[in-house]
């Protein structure tokens, strides 16, 4: 049988699958724990669910319409491992805490599932989670999962003390002054309901959560990253480790198993790594994540792709099914200070079509341009049409791809986005580029050059009555000190 991994899957669903395939028992990956702060053996409270908990966390209007205040000191106790539904954030503005308990060093998952596949992710709640320490200093926070399109927040940290800790949950348009810089979906959604789960994570035998076992440096100790198969599916991945000095490189061999299914004829495979960033703001390290690379072993001095993990998130590769890789993680520069660690999700992909260029020339000219298809998306995208593509540029500068797309009816602007340097491509200075089918510009901003920690992107122009229009895509140069040579991009249509 082929599986999927959940790359479609926030780490809340992920999870939920879990817990609902381990309703017998407690699943390794969860510390259930019966002392307060899931340690020790106990009870299987990982596979319950609490309602009555949650439905006094959810705060409504006083008499006078205003909003009741919350804080820490009015919290809602929640045990760890346990799946709290029912909550709601009904009044504007209105803000729901909860406690729990634990120990300094525990790795825990927080997570907020808002999304019903009977309506549209848009009108559900875009959430804010806060963690604060013992004391009430901000330590960690999260607003959208990472590297995945949801309005549902997700984080994952590692704790410094032992003690009560308070987790805040608001509403992203209430929450940010310039709501619009941080927030998705729709101000005032018909769906204000969610679930909260507080989990501590433990690396046991067989599943998806995998930490660093400090046993050396050294590649051939290095420490496999599990994947565990959930109802035909395999979950989402989660990493993590501790910087034990500045001077600290933690390695993980890792192998997408070899019964994934692709949805599509025509498209690869990659392993993709995101990278929770560090900071008050973040997962609550104290330590900035350095280069993060994926090799081949048979080639470890050469990174397939690296990123420096100060000013990327995501990093992928195109890789082989059941074909094992290196995941090499680096603390970056900067002070030590009292909580270093790392948290790392991973899932595996199949891409956009791949580029059909069958040699030299096929498709580097306007009058050799491979056509692209256009879909509709999402309705809960801004988007009305895509067209997506992903490809290499094996010899830059000289290889240069050139794709025709036609435009879907009644559209009258367009856009581009590309990943490339950002996700750990080697290739350089890349250049992005749409063209009336005579190989001119669409408009005078219609081209973009890559920059280091950012994709590249052409703004929205409109298309003028044009029917159809080029990408072209091409790079100055190729690191040498990095192998692959991909890009992924999409032409976005609009109304």
């Excluded at 309901?193 to 998806?208: C, E, Q, R, S």
């Excluded at 900067?334 to 956009?352: L, R």
């Amino acid at each position: 049988m082929e599986r999927k991994l959940l790359s479609g899957l926030g780490a809340g669903g992920a999870l939920a699958l879990l817990l609902a395939a381990c309703a017998s028992g407690s699943p390794s990956h969860l510390d259930p724990g019966s002392d307060g702060y899931g340690g020790g053996t106990g009870a299987a409270t990982s596979s319950q669910t609490t309602s009555s908990s949650a439905q006094t966390t959810s705060s409504s209007s006083a008499s006078d319409g205003s909003t009741p205040e919350r804080s820490c000191a009015d919290a809602i106790h929640v045990p760890l491992n346990r799946r709290t539904s029912g909550a709601r954030l009904e009044v504007n503005g209105e803000e729901d805490y909860y406690s729990f308990r634990a120990r300094k060093g525990q790795a825990v998952y927080l997570d907020i599932d808002t999304v019903s596949a009977s309506l549209r992710q848009r009108e559900h709640i875009d959430t804010v989670l806060t963690l604060f320490s013992p004391d009430g200093t901000q330590i960690a926070e999260n607003n959208d999962s990472i590297g995945l399109l949801e309005l549902e927040s997700t984080l994952y940290t590692i704790l410094p003390e032992d003690g009560e800790y308070c987790l805040r949950v608001a509403d992203c348009f209430a929450f940010y002054e310039r709501p619009e810089e941080h927030c998705s979906g729709l101000p005032g959604r018909r769906v204000t309901g969610y679930d909260l789960t507080v989990a501590a994570m433990i690396d046991g035998p067989n599943d998806p959560m995998t930490s660093d076992r400090e046993s050396s440096d050294e590649s051939s100790a290095a420490t496999p990253v599990g994947y565990l198969e959930v109802q035909g599916q395999y979950s989402l991945s989660a990493i993590w480790g501790t910087f034990r000095d500045p001077a600290d490189v933690d390695v993980f061999s890792f192998a997408v198993p070899d019964d994934f299914e692709q949805a599509a004829v025509g498209t690869r495979m990659s392993a993709d790594f995101y990278i929770m960033p560090s900071g008050p703001e973040g997962s609550g390290s104290t330590a900035p994540t350095g280069k993060v690379t994926i090799v081949d072993p048979a080639e470890p001095d050469v990174p397939l792709a690296e990123i420096d993990g100060a000013g990327s998130t995501h990093l992928m590769a195109p890789i082989e099914l059941g074909e094992e890789y290196w995941l090499v993680v680096r603390r970056g520069s900067g002070a030590i200070g009292d909580n270093e660690f790392y948290v790392i999700t991973h899932y595996a992909n199949d891409g956009p079509p791949l580029e059909m260029e069958q040699g030299a020339g096929a498709n580097d000219t306007p009058k050799t341009a491979e056509p692209l298809k256009t879909s509709s998306t999402s309705p809960d995208l801004p988007i009305d049409n895509i067209a997506r593509v992903e490809g290499d540029l094996v010899a830059a500068p000289e290889d240069i791809d050139v794709f025709r797309v036609e435009v879907p009816p009644d559209m009258g602007w367009v856009s581009a986005m590309c990943e490339v340097r950002h996700v750990g491509s080697g290739l350089r200075d890349f250049k992005a580029s749409l063209l009336t089918e005579d190989g001119d510009l669409i408009a005078p901003l219609a081209t973009s050059h890559e920059e280091a920690h950012e994709p590249t992107r052409i703004r929205q122009t409109p298309l003028g009555g044009a029917r159809s229009l080029l990408l072209k895509v091409e790079a100055g140069s190729q690191d040498p000190a990095v192998k692959s040579a991909f890009y992924r991009c999409a032409v976005n249509f609009y109304k």
